[in-house]
């Protein structure tokens, strides 16, 4: 089996989850086109400026590429802005931003607060306590019935999954831990491909 | 720094991680509220707010300060994507009045007139993470050394003209190539020739590359010079007055995000390269005497 890991290159954290994903053994590759994303079998959409990704989703065409892939399955992990686009409801964005709807969770951006407010800290998961690294970040205000909250940040979830879509409020590829991206390669897309 | 919950603010990592988010990216420098609406409908990832653009700091001469915090605040307001601003060198009061007003990254920066000739801010002390300017590797590992978290070329800024900003990202990533082959005894000779920190250099013999992302800065004009400055290494780009000293501001910056995306794809490229109209005049190197060369500021 040659599973390949596409990371969305359009604008972000890309470098990070490529390593964290290479360093699993996976090979990945960098999705700037159409014709790229039909040569991976699943897709994480980084950190970065989700107004940004939301207009570059729209000019390179990869958007509807993206949106018919997610609908047939298509394993897909986002983190931050990559949550943002994955999210059925943006609070707080701009009037032109699209997003997919493939999570059913309401996400208000930046309501961690500014660059000053950005924190580490320890979230708790069922892989164990995992180092959070929450840079600017969106909150999940909202999660439907569907969505099943893995990891939370005191009472309040910051890593949910619904089917084969996965989103974090933080970082994992910042932290040196590549433990999430093992459980989306492993749990979420092995699975599937067998 | 790390509060009651067991929660760290400022540290290195979430510092060096906003710059992570940028990459990729086009940081442009607005002057006004309506500059930063259209840098951020063309797809800007942050925007730069100062006064002046470098191309009219460089023509009006004089001192060269902070902006006022009314016009940086009118600024925050006016976008959701983060927003830097510039203090001069060495000048850690304004980076305290820019941490205050909550600014998202400070550029230590060589256009504005340096307020220190021996050193440079100690942003360990800050919670907001800097981006600081360098010609070389030396230079650049001198700034992380003090706490920066992003390195940019410093090019010439305001002068339209890329000749800087590609020597400088050549002498750094060159040198860095040069480090990765280098064997222990010869890195001890590398710190000496860069007057650069042992263990920093030691760190890129070990990774095989810097410590903190680097972004090309000082004199893109076009979605070309853009995807040069991506190609030679840059990790992103910071626009300042090639675009709002152009002809048609809004089109040529959504093509210089475009550009700086699919900065390897030569048909992107030629496609949105089209129809820009007139970019800005600039200026050639020998044209500048020596004290207007901001990229000499610094040490």
Redesign the interface.
């Known amino acids: 089996m040659n599973l390949v890991v596409g990371v969305l290159?359009?604008?972000?954290?890309?470098?990070?989850h490529a390593e964290c994903v290479a360093s699993l053994g996976v090979s990945v590759l960098e999705v700037?086109?159409p014709e790229q994303l039909e040569d991976v079998d699943a897709l994480v959409m980084p950190?970065?400026?989700s107004?940004?990704m939301s207009?570059?989703l729209l000019?390179?065409g990869l958007f509807d590429a993206i949106a018919q892939r997610i609908a047939k399955g298509m394993p897909t992990f986002g983190t931050?802005?990559g949550m943002i686009l994955l999210a059925s409801e943006v609070l707080?964005?701009?009037p032109d931003q699209r997003s997919f709807g493939a999570i059913d969770i309401s996400v208000r951006?930046?309501a961690f607060g500014?660059?000053?407010?950005?924190?580490?800290?320890?979230i708790d998961t069922p892989f164990g306590e995992f180092h959070g690294?929450?840079?600017?970040a969106p909150r999940i205000e909202r999660t439907g019935s569907a969505v099943e909250v893995i990891g939370r940040l005191?009472d309040e979830p910051v890593l949910v999954r619904q089917g084969n879509v996965l989103a974090a409020s933080f970082?994992p590829e910042?932290?040196g831990d590549a433990r999430l991206h093992e459980y989306f390669v492993t749990t979420m897309t092995t699975a599937r491909k067998v | 720094m790390t509060s009651t919950n067991g929660s760290s603010v400022g540290t290195q990592r979430v510092k060096r991680g906003l710059a992570e988010m940028l990459k990729g990216g086009v940081i442009m420098d607005v002057v006004n509220a309506e500059q930063a609406k259209i840098a951020e409908d063309a797809g800007a990832c942050a925007v730069m707010a100062l006064e002046r653009v470098p191309a009219d700091i460089r023509r009006d001469g004089g001192v060269a300060r902070m902006s006022d915090p009314e016009m940086i605040e009118g600024i925050k307001a006016a976008v959701t994507i983060p927003v830097m601003a510039k203090v001069r060198i060495g000048h850690f009061v304004e980076a305290q009045i820019l941490e205050a007003l909550g600014v998202d990254f400070i550029d230590e920066s060589e256009v504005l007139t340096p307020a220190d000739e021996t050193h440079h801010i100690d942003k360990f002390g800050f919670t907001v993470p800097f981006v600081c300017g360098a010609t070389n590797l030396g230079e650049a590992l001198r700034r992380v050394s003090e706490g920066a978290c992003m390195i940019r070329s410093k090019g010439e800024a305001g002068t339209g003209n890329i000749v800087e900003a590609v020597r400088h990202l050549r002498n750094i990533f060159g040198d860095i190539r040069k480090i990765t082959q280098a064997d222990n005894a010869e890195l001890f000779q590398w710190a000496k020739t860069l007057q650069a920190p042992l263990g920093l250099v030691q760190e890129i013999a070990e990774t095989g590359k810097f410590p903190v992302p680097i972004f090309c800065a000082g004199g893109i004009a076009t979605p070309a010079d853009a995807a040069l400055a991506m190609q030679l290494g840059g990790e992103a780009v910071f626009v300042g007055s090639g675009i709002f000293k152009s002809d048609d501001p809004a089109p040529r910056a959504k093509a210089i995000v475009e550009a700086t995306t699919h900065f390897r794809d030569a048909n992107v490229l030629a496609r949105v390269s089209r129809g820009l109209g007139a970019p800005m005049t600039g200026i050639a190197m020998d044209e500048i005497n020596g004290t207007q060369r901001f990229a000499e500021r610094g040490w």
């Open positions: 290159a359009l604008q972000g954290a890309f470098a990070a700037r086109t950190g970065g400026e107004s940004t207009q570059l000019s390179s931050c802005a707080d964005g701009r951006r930046n500014r660059q000053i407010d950005s924190f580490e800290t320890a690294v929450f840079i600017r005191g970082h910042l932290a």
